[in-house]
């Protein structure tokens, strides 16, 4: 081996190594603890639903989804909100009348200021909506406004074509009403209304105080910081160790843990994200109706929810939730049956001759290529499910759960392809329909059609009435299940876990609510 | 470097929901230019990297350069660390072990190495966090804020992986070195056991380490992301696993060119620290 | 005293090798020697402790433990096998050329090898495994990328020094042909080095599929892999810790009994460590 000489000035070398990371860390931790020691009540909240991953950076409502931030962690607030059934109720606006098909007034509360105490007026409403309309990708075309008026605390909205769920798309995150002569600042950050402000923000992390000007109620916690947590096992460990007061997104496994654990609560909401299988009508397969009828016998969507999910889903029927009017019993489906499922094919004529187990028609095996992708844990985890109950009915069912699904799905290469997908974000039933089912749907991927749908659909786009709105949704829902076009397995539950002292934070179905000046901790 | 598998614009779009109309994918993918084939989108970049652009980020949008740099100091701070203790830790353990050769000391550093060089490094993470932040409640579970205590853990994952093959190379060297003539003629001369072993044997160890430091910076940078990833610590491996993740392809360009920089300097360092050590490399360069 | 020492030195190289042996013939024959089906769901069955019918429990899809563990090991400890043999065949093959031939041949291999020594191995697997995807298939094809400049090195450094023996010389001068230097003198000579590189890197490869595992780079499900099997079921090291503890058990006696077997390999093969 080699000999050394001039040890001593090696040794000198890591000595300053070592005495540079010890004052570098000492440096950091000195300039971190002098923000981590004010007074009051603090909150800690670690979420996996926060950072660019997510693209909601920052709280400036105007750009991408960091309208989300904007009203999750209680900076800004909405002309309207939804309720727990997801109908819309007035927030920052009193009421609104609706002039004709084109036009819209809404009327403001007349006791809401900014957080810097500037009142909220139509004209600051009407600047931030015209602000929303230049900046924003998705909401001009969602909105479709002409023109925005304002007198005094009214603004009056007039659309370009009809649009019967404008109100819904205003409550869109993206809707957060912001002073626009405060502006945005280089870091994402903004002027609202709700109970918190925004003191800093980074890319993993957002720092809020209370408003003590807040317009409806006092906020109870001084200062909050809103962590992004992505790994599920540190999450878990942050809320063990008292780290974090709450969380947001743990994996299912470890909520198993905090249910058996009386120091910690959880709050969960049926949200309207769904598990669905689309079938693909260009797969001679699948253009068998029995074949179709079969899939949807064979996913059995109580074993799936209650045990793989471990109670975080509800078994769902049609493509919206329970909590919708327009959900859950509201239609029909297959219930899950092997046995039925085994006579339906038989009787097709799909029959087990060569005794594999798997059955067979004309020559061809009864195999169906399952895709979907893996970033939604719940996935894989259905398809796996389902690869096991349809085998139960002589259906060999091959799972290609991969992260470029898209490239399969463009070389048509699947029989069903499994994807969550919110429903109805903004409560309304149309943005659904109008992705998945007509004939120019983006989303309608195994093209699916029926003229009775498209023509719904179209009576959809002309219905100002949500009563008459809901009836529409339900028979379409029921068309596209009698069509066993698309079979919905589960709608997932958001679950907010928190620390036994936690009070008033509540998961609500939209996934838009969390922080309110309900908060509070009582240690 | 584009892969088949998807693009970012897919993987942003799904996360949040899904629910994204083609027309404004097509939008996004218009801005970012990955619309274009593929070789015409990788001279864009060539392009940009000539002239020190690195291009920006197709999640955040904003530019690579300073984010990468922004996230690079908490990086460098966990190897540094990292570093630091494995030193400090395997040379004494390696030596010691050699010393007490087959005997119980001996047998318990092995056993020791063997044991920290045959768990996956997120499971050891997993169990320290398990013992330190849960049950003894000692130290912080997440890095998120850089302070002295929430560097602990993570260091610590990082040094029990890296200890465990440099005291196993540091006792092999000092076994080997107390073979030597030249040990045997001081020992015969008289000359104390504790002087050959410090004024001999361990700048020989000190070699090695040097040159495992080399060797294993790589293992170390890719460690590195894995550990950052569980401990919240917010540096450029954390960067580079989320990137992936969402196919952030200039992200994972400038991580990979940046790694390599570092790791063609540091194999430069060790090079020249090499010269300067080892008399016999310095005398055949002059001579 | 000497020979007695290698004798129980080679003692301890047979109880090694035939741990490894076992291993890898227990694995190979799993299919046949697993108590259930490793991929058949069972949810009624799901997460079940250990106990006489599930010897390691059960996993969430309610599959045995045991049985996955075993096939997990047929996937984990061949791919890791073919995997070192690939490389070091290879790289070995690369280096012997290297080194005998010379000159512009030599310059312009040892570049390219270069290149790849030049990224960081971890760093580049994760970005080659990250830009073709997952499946396990990638991560082979990713480590194996970063992986082979090693022997290339160890091999043509070897045969620079066997080409400056005196009996090297004699060969050549003898009209021998290349092949047959190359078989008859060089070969023989260079085996056991790149012999106890290979066993140590096995254990390396084992670690280094199970750390791409975690980044989801590794192999997709249902196939089971010692690797991902961990990384899918570390979240449920508090209320079901055998499911990441057996196959965590599994690549800890595996890689400890290689990382054994190349150091026992090492010892017998040079003697001057043994005294």
Request: net charge neutral.
């Amino acid at each position: 081996m080699k000999k050394a000489r001039g040890i001593g000035s090696l040794l000198a070398a890591t000595m300053l190594a070592l005495s540079m990371v010890v004052s570098g860390a000492a440096n950091v931790a000195a300039a971190s603890s002098g923000t981590g020691e004010a007074k009051g009540k603090v909150f800690n909240y670690g979420t996996m639903a926060y950072g660019v991953a997510m693209g909601n950076v920052g709280v400036n409502p105007h750009e991408g989804y960091s309208g989300w931030s904007t009203i999750r962690y209680g900076v800004g607030e909405t002309l309207f909100k939804f309720n727990a059934a997801m109908e819309l109720e007035p927030w920052l606006a009193k009421g609104y009348e609706r002039i004709d098909p084109y036009t819209i007034r809404i009327d403001l509360r007349d006791d809401v200021f900014f957080s810097n105490g500037e009142k909220m007026t139509g004209e600051s409403v009407k600047a931030c909506l015209e602000h929303l309309l230049a900046a924003h990708n998705r909401a001009p075309k969602d909105l479709q406004i002409k023109s925005i008026t304002a007198h005094g605390q009214s603004v009056t909205i007039t659309s370009e074509a009809k649009v019967p769920a404008l109100l819904n798309y205003l409550s869109d995150p993206y809707g957060a009403i912001i002073n626009m002569k405060a502006g945005i600042s280089e870091d994402k950050n903004v002027v609202g209304t709700g109970p918190y402000v925004a003191t800093q923000i980074s890319d993993t992390e957002i720092s809020l105080v209370a408003n003590g000007q807040y317009w409806n109620g006092t906020p109870k916690i001084d200062r909050i910081n809103i962590k992004s947590i992505t790994d599920g096992d540190t999450l878990t460990m942050a809320l063990q160790s008292g780290e974090i007061d709450a969380a947001q997104g743990l994996p299912y496994a470890s909520l198993q843990l905090f249910r058996s654990d009386d120091r910690y609560k959880i709050n969960s909401a049926s949200t309207s994200r769904v598990y669905q299988a689309c079938m693909n009508y260009k797969s001679e397969v699948i253009q068998d109706d029995a074949v179709r009828k079969a899939i949807a016998m064979g996913i059995d969507k109580e074993g799936f929810t209650s045990v793989l999910l471990q109670g975080n889903g509800s078994p769902t029927v049609g493509p919206f939730p329970a909590n919708f009017k327009f959900g859950g019993d509201a239609v029909k489906g297959e219930p899950y049956d092997i046995e039925g499922a085994k006579q339906v094919l038989e009787t097709a004529g799909w029959v087990d001759s060569d005794g594999d187990g798997i059955r067979e028609k004309g020559g061809h095996k009864l195999t169906i290529d399952w895709l979907t992708y893996t970033s939604r844990q719940e996935l894989p985890l259905l398809a796996e499910s389902v690869q096991a109950t349809l085998k139960l009915a002589g259906m060999d069912v091959k799972v290609n759960a991969t992260d470029n699904s898209k490239d399969f799905l463009k070389a048509g290469k699947w029989d069903v392809y499994a994807s969550a997908f919110v429903a109805a974000p903004t409560g309304d039933p149309q943005y659904y329909f109008t992705t998945h089912v007509v004939a120019s749907s983006d989303y309608n991927r195994g093209g699916y059609y029926n003229d009775m749908v498209e023509k719904l659909v179209e009576s959809l786009g002309n219905e100002f009435d949500p009563a008459k709105r809901g009836e529409l949704a339900v028979k379409i829902s029921q068309q596209i299940l009698d069509d066993h076009a698309y079979a919905y397995a589960s709608h997932l539950k958001m679950s907010l876990v928190m620390k036994e002292g936690v009070t008033g934070f509540v998961a609500h179905p939209s996934d838009y609510y969390e922080i309110t000046a309900n908060l509070d901790k009582n240690e | 470097m584009q892969s088949v598998a998807g693009d970012a614009v897919d993987a942003l779009y799904d996360n949040i929901s899904g629910g994204v109309s083609e027309e404004i994918k097509a939008e996004r993918r218009a801005e970012l230019g990955l619309d274009k084939p593929f070789l015409v989108q990788y001279a864009n970049w060539l392009k940009g990297l000539v002239q020190g652009d690195m291009g920006i980020s197709y999640l955040s949008g904003k530019a690579v350069f300073p984010t990468f740099m922004s996230k690079l100091p908490a990086t460098l701070l966990l190897m540094v660390s990292s570093i630091s203790l494995t030193v400090t830790v395997s040379i004494p353990l390696g030596v010691l072990a050699a010393v007490r050769q087959n005997r119980i000391l001996d047998y318990v550093v092995r056993g020791l190495t063997f044991a920290g060089n045959s768990l996956p490094g997120f499971f050891t993470s997993l169990l320290l966090i398990y013992f330190f932040s849960l049950k003894l409640r000692l130290l912080p579970v997440m890095g998120g804020t850089i302070s002295l205590k929430s560097i602990i853990l993570p260091t610590l994952t990082l040094a029990i992986a890296m200890s465990s093959k440099y005291i196993r190379q540091v006792r092999v060297t000092v076994l080997e070195e107390l073979q030597k003539d030249y040990v045997t003629g001081a020992r015969a001369r008289g000359v104390r056991e504790s002087v050959i072993m410090y004024a001999n044997v361990l700048k020989t160890a000190m070699l090695t380490i040097i040159t495992l430091l080399a060797l294993s910076i790589g293992s170390l940078l890719g460690g590195t992301a894995i550990i950052e990833t569980i401990f919240m610590w917010d540096g450029v491996g954390k960067l580079a696993v989320d990137s992936i993740l969402m196919r952030d392809y200039p992200m994972i360009q400038a991580y990979v060119i940046w790694m390599a920089l570092i790791y063609v300097a540091v194999n430069l360092v060790t090079d020249l620290l090499y010269h300067f050590l080892d008399p016999r490399i310095r005398r055949a360069h002059s001579a | 005293m000497k020979a007695g020492f290698r004798i129980s030195k080679s003692i301890r190289f047979r109880i090694l090798l035939s741990l490894a042996g076992v291993l890898l013939v227990v694995s190979a024959l799993s299919p046949l020697l697993a108590p259930y089906d490793p991929y058949v769901q069972d949810l009624s069955q799901a997460l079940q402790p250990p106990s006489g019918m599930h010897w390691l429990g059960t996993d969430r899809y309610g599959r045995d433990m045991l049985s996955r563990v075993m096939v997990g090991g047929r996937t984990t400890l061949y791919t890791a096998l073919s995997l070192v043999a690939v490389i070091s065949v290879f790289g070995t093959l690369v280096g012997i050329v290297s080194g005998y031939k010379g000159g512009r041949i030599d310059t312009f291999l040892m570049r390219v090898s270069d290149i790849f020594l030049a990224f960081p191995g971890m760093v580049f697997a994760i970005a080659v495994a990250g830009v073709l995807g997952g499946g396990l298939i990638n991560a082979v094809m990713a480590l194996a990328f970063i992986s082979w400049p090693k022997y290339a090195r160890l091999a043509r450094g070897q045969v620079l020094s066997i080409k400056s023996l005196s009996y090297f010389s004699a060969a050549r001068l003898s009209g021998s042909g290349t092949v047959k230097i190359i078989f008859r003198h060089i070969l023989p000579n260079i085996t056991g080095i790149i012999l106890v590189t290979a066993t140590l890197d096995i254990g390396t490869m084992i670690m280094e599929l199970a750390a791409l595992s975690f980044l989801g780079l590794g192999a997709t499900p249902p196939t089971p892999e010692w690797g991902s099997m961990m990384s899918n079921g570390r979240s449920m090291l508090q209320t079901s810790p055998w499911v990441i503890l057996a196959p965590g058990c599994a690549i800890f006696i595996s890689v400890v009994i290689f990382n054994l077997l190349g150091d026992t390999v090492r010892d017998v093969l040079d003697p001057k460590n043994n005294q």
